[in-house]
């Protein structure tokens, strides 16, 4: 299992949820899982290209994470990060 940080713009989806598991050897597979026990979240994560969306940040543990292909270990984290705007 991965434990997954959700972003508080996403809470929505998660019943409220800051923190939850989630299992995959891999970003997208974990993705995958959130989106089976949370309808909807990988599409606000990821875009029908499979690309992390402009304004979400992914990080294993402290390593920013571009490519969502990307190998998860056991008991690795991930962060989902929503990027702040503003003038």
Do not use: C, N, W
Request: net charge positive; no cysteine; aromatic share 6%.
């Amino acid at each position: 299992m991965t434990t997954v940080l959700v972003p508080s713009q996403l809470h929505a989806y998660t019943g409220g949820a800051s923190r939850v598991e989630a299992k995959g050897a891999s970003i997208v597979a974990v993705l995958d899982d959130l989106d089976r026990q949370f309808p909807g979240l990988k599409f606000r994560i990821v875009d029908e290209q499979a690309r992390v969306r402009p304004h979400m940040r992914l990080f294993v543990g402290r390593d920013a994470a571009r490519d969502i292909r990307a190998p998860l270990a056991p008991g690795d984290e991930l962060l989902i990060f929503g990027a702040l705007s503003g003038g």
